[in-house]
């Protein structure tokens, strides 16, 4: 299953621009009072130059890089919780996604819509405040559900009801729930409910093209708060992507020179959300096809077979590895097994960035 992040933000922000930078598309960018509960999806390919580096020595039929789904959805008005705008009902879209990025306004443009001041801060607060909302509702739901089993002493009833009860005082004392320490065992209870203040945040300062290194004051305000709330953020010109993505290779060159844009925004935010949510690939190479695959850090050689197919975990025998570096260095697969950087490892084996991996499985 691909990795998969929400966009959100309030309207006249630049979600949709974002969305088009991130994917390559041009979905249509509406104004408040046009947009569309219906969501914007896709289902982009992560850059990654090192499946076609693996090419240059092993060939193969086909290259497949890894995925991320993005979801766009519609504008989060202050007051949605309470109907306000188009209401919050459409933020299901976004409920199974691992990951967010808020998108905050920090342009200045009159034929954009704004009644008040650019104010990315209280913007942040909208946002954080209707998210908690949305999961206010949701644990006052579970806490009437698993309410029955603790009143007749059910231990699971019991436990479920004091966790539920913790996440509730947490945000009505304003503090998102990533923000808590909590136990493994614990967070087995509380991911069934999809609450989005659980999920870790990328902050993204939509800037002018005035402010494309995201230096201004406006950008540094998203900073400050990313900072204060131990989460990530990442300067991106929605407006300057959209018109890149339009272009020839040679164009888009000579406009990220005279922008100072040294990489587009797509690898740009696929790596902030792989780091946001401590992820590495490795890679299985044959004849048949070079493939990337995403893992968190720390997973070991079983974990990582199973993602190729769920029985491979169980039936793991060995690994067979060497890194890119290697093959780059040695230029095929016996020349590294003959130079003794083919390992064979085991079950206990922590899987590294820009592993090359051949499974040994019972079937």
């Known amino acids: 299953m691909a990795l998969s992040c929400g966009i959100v933000g309030l309207p006249t922000v630049g979600k949709t621009s974002i969305f088009n930078a991130l994917t390559g598309l041009a979905a249509e960018r509406h104004s408040y009072t046009a947009a569309s509960v219906e969501p914007n999806l896709s289902e982009v390919d992560v850059p990654d130059e090192r499946l076609e580096i693996i090419h240059r020595f092993i060939e ?171 989460s990530p953020w990442i300067a991106i010109c929605g407006d300057l992507e959209c018109e890149l993505a339009a272009m020839g290779p040679e164009d888009r060159a000579s406009f990220q020179a005279d922008f100072g844009l040294t990489e587009v925004a797509r690898p740009r935010l696929i790596q902030a959300v792989y780091s946001l949510l401590g992820l590495q690939t490795f890679f299985t190479a044959g004849e048949k096809e070079i493939k990337a695959w995403t893992i968190q850090k720390g997973d070991t050689g079983p974990v990582a077979a199973g993602k190729i197919h769920s029985d491979f975990e169980k039936g793991f025998v060995r690994a067979e590895v060497y890194s890119v570096d290697d093959l780059v260095q040695h230029k095929n697969e016996a020349a590294i097994k003959s130079a003794g950087k083919l390992r064979v490892e085991g079950r206990d084996y922590v899987m590294r960035e820009s592993d090359v991996c051949h499974f040994l499985v019972n079937r």
């Not at 193969?60 to 919780?81: N, W």
């Not at 299901?92 to 200045?108: N, P, Q, S």
């Not at 990328?202 to 800037?207: F, Q, T």
């Open 60 to 230: 193969t039929q086909k290259i497949v890089p890894a995925k991320v789904k993005v979801v766009d959805i519609a504008g989060l008005a202050s007051g949605a919780s309470r109907g306000e705008g188009l209401g919050n009902k459409f933020l299901g879209h976004i409920k199974e996604t691992d990951a967010l990025m808020l998108v905050v306004r920090c342009f200045e443009r009159a034929d954009v819509a704004r009644t008040t001041p650019v104010d990315p801060k209280g913007d942040i607060e909208i946002l954080e405040l209707e998210l908690a909302m949305t999961d206010l509702e949701t644990l006052g739901r579970n806490i009437d559900r698993v309410g029955k089993k603790a009143r007749a002493g059910d231990k699971e009833g019991l436990a479920h009801a004091e966790i539920f009860e913790r996440a509730k005082k947490l945000l009505e004392d304003g503090v998102p729930l990533r923000l808590s320490a909590w136990k493994p065992a614990e967070l087995v209870v509380l991911r069934p409910l999809f609450l989005l203040t659980l999920k870790p945040v990328l902050y993204v300062a939509n800037v002018g093209d005035d402010d494309v290194a995201g230096t201004g004051a406006h950008a540094k305000a998203v900073e400050a708060f990313a900072t204060a709330r131990r």
